[in-house]
């Protein structure tokens, strides 16, 4: 086993790299949920002034990059790296905003486990003492996505009870070395799971023993029980994928129920938005940890967290051809310290 | 300027990891090409048993890394973490892949740049002291990319002649620590250039700008010449493509007619194979590097070579709505040291 990792999944960081800035930009819907005021750019069109709903969400997501390198009195060139990625084929959103900024670039595909993906890599590298700032980010928006893996819009199907609602919205954090921000700590990596799940329409089933499989290993490598954090907090699994969680993380006796949230089950009041299962989509780890929770943790509401995101890693192509859907799951702690 | 960075866009590593072992596994038609002998391994059939063609390129691919991995004599327990990507919409071949096998996962996105991209983000890792261990891959098949990206072979469209052919096959690389190996001594991060060109039949005219950025930054950041390489090789320009990249760096100032090759100017015999201007897909520079160079290193015939992938940053869908092809070109040094 190598010097810095500690169990077989989680680095613990000797340089805890810093989030000095975040940005949440969410569209109309998530603007009239009940994180609204937690959001730092609220559109009030979802294409945001765009011709396609890709070209708008690649757009919020230069949105997002470029006001936090400005809140953070920096500039493009400052960055030494940009690490990015989001849902739509061959991560467009994350290209095109890439090629708008001139810096040093990374693309990631995690589906929507790629906000605690960007963060885990650009934290490492970090605190490997290669970079002095560095960006991590992710986007999603509800019209690209529900075209590309579900059914046009136009079409207007019913949404199953399990379903959830893709998120408008991306976020980006800056990671950098000094102020009074929390800190990464440590990094626990995901292995792929897959039980069998087919249904597109219920990917917090599918993703939720991944989500179990990270927590229970960051606890077992860390040494740490749940109530260690103020808040361990999956991305996008929404209600049914919430309750799976708690119950199979309880059979593997962790009790996380009194610090456990989903930024799926909260983006949204799912009875008045008829969001059925809840949020899902890259931008809602992003913009909920970006907006919600960082303004938390700077407020100083809560003090220790785990971030973790959840993708679904399959594509309309793997489920037309027979193949069950495979989930993964990183997990980040962020901390003062 | 953090200290590991020299220059803009370099990282020097301080333990450079060794390339310990490496797989490449290709299709029928790349194995009546003229680096035929250099493969490890030559499939019969290019479904490989698969009942798609997306199957047989993640099986593909599964067996480049197991292969890696037993040549190594190491268990999956070993590997610390997996890099992988390809160019299917949610690179289900490499989600596939790593599903079955239990090695933490970062699924990336560079198109094809992503041998360089994965090979990159390793041997950060692998300097930092985050693993003992760490394989990356990329795969690619010429009939699961055609019916994405292009045509359905049943069309039987004509050819342009500046298309290339995406090459179909898998390699994989394992970074140990330890033994008489070529070494990964630096890291070029390249940055997206665009150049205006919307055709998807003239990749190599779109990635050129991104080579010849990117080589030219390497340079400049290492204080290097052309001359101080054996090889510098780029990915999958094509003939096209590599007179482009050749021309433009005389510009610059840099001659490097003399050192310079390209993948997929070399894989196919271009006229006879009907290949036009050469291979393509991440697959291409992954099997030449892991087949032809690697063991051109291992028997000494080479000592120093750039290792460059480069990547075309589109979809269909973004060239739909009229959007120009991104490139991107990552760098890394392979010396005996």
Tied chains: 1, 2.
Aim: aromatic share 8%; charged share 20%.
């Amino acid at each position: 086993m190598s010097t810095k990792k500690i169990g077989s999944q989680t680095v613990k960081l000797e340089h805890p790299p810093k989030i000095i800035a975040t940005t949440s930009v969410v569209g109309p819907k998530e603007g009239q949920g009940p994180l609204k005021d937690s959001f730092d750019i609220i559109l009030q069109d979802d294409t945001n002034g765009k011709d396609s709903y890709e070209k708008a969400e690649s757009s919020i997501m230069y949105t997002a990059i470029s006001e936090t390198i400005k809140k953070a009195n920096l500039s493009e060139s400052d960055i030494d790296y940009l690490l990015a990625g989001d849902l739509l084929n061959q991560i467009i959103s994350s290209n095109y905003a890439a090629r708008d900024l001139k810096i040093p670039f990374f693309g990631l595909y995690g589906a929507c486990s790629t906000m605690a993906e960007s963060l885990s890599l650009a934290s490492l590298l970090m605190d490997g003492g290669y970079a002095d700032y560095i960006i991590a980010s992710t986007s999603s928006h509800f019209s690209s996505a529900e075209r590309q893996f579900r059914f046009p819009l136009e079409y207007g199907s019913q949404r199953a009870e399990a379903s959830q609602w893709t998120v408008t919205g991306a976020g980006a954090m800056l990671l950098g070395k000094e102020g009074n921000y929390p800190s990464v700590t440590h990094v626990t990596t995901g292995i792929v799971k897959d039980y069998g799940i087919t249904s597109a329409d219920n990917m917090g089933a599918a993703m939720a023993p991944a989500a179990v499989d990270t927590i229970y290993k960051h606890l077992e490598d860390t040494g740490r029980t749940p109530d260690y954090y103020d808040v361990i907090c999956t991305g996008d699994l929404g209600l049914v994928g919430k309750k799976i969680t708690t119950d199979l993380l309880k059979e593997y006796g962790y009790d996380v129920s009194k610090v456990y949230e989903d930024c799926g089950a909260i983006i949204f009041d799912n009875e008045k938005q008829e969001t059925k299962s809840g949020g899902s989509g890259c931008g809602c780890s992003a913009v909920v940890n970006c907006g919600y929770y960082y303004k938390k943790l700077m407020k100083g509401e809560i003090s220790k967290m785990l971030l973790l995101s959840t993708g679904a890693l399959m594509s309309p192509t793997s489920s037309l051809q027979g193949e069950s859907i495979p989930g993964i799951a990183h997990a980040v702690s962020i901390e003062f310290i």
